[in-house]
């Protein structure tokens, strides 16, 4: 099973989404979506799962949560829009993963790509979707589900 993961479109909907994101199962938006439109653009693709990132307007508030579990192929995923990488995890913050079970945790906000692995949890930063910003690379991601198996693929957005 594959799943679309992206973060920090800032209301921007790259095309390139349709083709990179072509056959995927699920849609993740870790947050910074900007405007509603790009989840609809998201959801003719896929279902979506989205929460808020810290520069999400009013409009959006009642829209989506700050963070969401949810489990897909079998995996169960933490979602939410600030993180960190995995040398930066606070002890509370990896009982809070183990006791829920969490496999892959995904968040954005940095707009900085992150593959990383920790006590048996994938660390996945998929980077900005949006607009180039901050002299960064534009990329989402793909989470790739096999069973047991959970691999995290940067997408390079051009």
Do not use: W, Y
Request: hydrophobic share 40%; with cysteine.
């Amino acid at each position: 099973m594959r799943i679309g993961v992206l973060s920090d479109t800032h209301g921007f909907f790259d095309p390139q989404l349709c083709t990179r994101f072509a056959g995927v199962a699920h849609i993740v938006h870790c947050g910074d979506i900007g405007h509603a439109d790009v989840i609809e653009r998201l959801r003719s693709l896929a279902p979506v799962s989205a929460v808020l990132g810290n520069v999400d307007l009013p409009h959006l508030r009642g829209a989506f949560p700050e963070e969401l579990q949810l489990e897909l192929g079998g995996v169960r995923c933490f979602v939410r829009h600030q993180g960190m990488a995995p040398q930066e995890l606070t002890s509370e913050f990896e009982q809070q993963l183990r006791k829920a079970g969490v496999r892959v945790f995904a968040f954005g906000h940095s707009h900085r790509p992150l593959v990383g692995e920790h006590g048996g949890v994938l660390f996945f930063n998929p980077g900005s979707a949006g607009r180039k910003r901050f002299h960064l690379p534009r990329t989402a991601g793909l989470l790739h589900l096999e069973g047991a198996t959970v691999r995290a693929e940067i997408v390079p957005l051009e």
